[in-house]
């Protein structure tokens, strides 16, 4: 299960870093609002994934 869960952190992952950059600088909602979403989500996600996976191979699947 923890790895099911770090491999869909570490989409959400570039699915925050994709929401940062059409933001605008945080001047548009709806990105905004995907932004804050996924990235809770990743982080969580990774921490929860990471009591059961090595620290080091948790973030370079995180990562990609």
């Known amino acids: 299960m923890s790895w099911i869960v770090l491999v869909v952190s570490g ?6 870093a994709t929401a940062l950059g059409r933001s605008e600088g945080f001047t548009r909602l ?3 609002i995907v932004f804050g979403v996924a990235l809770v989500a990743s982080m969580g996600g990774l921490a ?3 009591r059961e996976i090595p620290t080091g191979t948790a973030y370079a699947v995180w990562v990609g």
């Not at 989409?11 to 925050?16: I, M, T």
């Open 30 to 32: 709806g990105p905004s």
């Open 48 to 50: 929860w994934a990471m």
């Open 11 to 16: 989409v959400l992952e570039a699915v925050w």
